[in-house]
Nanobody, 115 residues
Framework: QVQLVESGGGLVQAGGSLRLSCAASGSIFRIDAMGWYRQAPGKQRELVAVIRSGGSTNYADSVKGRFTISRDNAKNTVYLQMNSLKPEDTAVYYC?????????WGQGTQVTVSS
């Protein structure tokens, strides 16, 4: 059993910042990648950012230069620092972990950016 606990969502004005956290716990002995996805109302879930075990990262074009993903391997925790937020960043953000051939999802945290 693997649990992902997310935190850090909320309401912020355009131009503001938020930091999301996701901690993985339970029977997971190797994590290959950790990432964040988001889903806005009426839209498909999309990849925001991913960080692999070796430290390489990928970002959606829409967030490059504004968002930074990082991880603390000792704590099995991934972070998403979101700066210069825009109203179009409003969505439910989901933590995603790939480990031992399986994919795990967090429960989601709401991020709302007001104009």
């Amino acid at each position: 059993q693997v649990q992902l606990v997310e935190s850090g969502g909320g309401l912020v004005q355009a131009g503001g910042s938020l930091r999301l956290s996701c901690a993985a716990s339970g029977s997971i002995f190797r994590i290959d990648a950790m990432g964040w996805y988001r889903q806005a109302p009426g839209k498909q879930r999309e990849l925001v950012a991913v960080i692999r075990s070796g430290g390489s990262t990928n970002y959606a074009d829409s967030v490059k230069g504004r968002f930074t993903i990082s991880r603390d391997n000792a704590k099995n925790t991934v972070y998403l620092q979101m700066n210069s937020l825009k109203p179009e960043d409003t969505a439910v953000y989901y933590c995603n972990v790939l480990g031992m051939g399986r994919v795990y999802w967090g429960q989601g945290t709401q991020v709302t950016v007001s104009s």
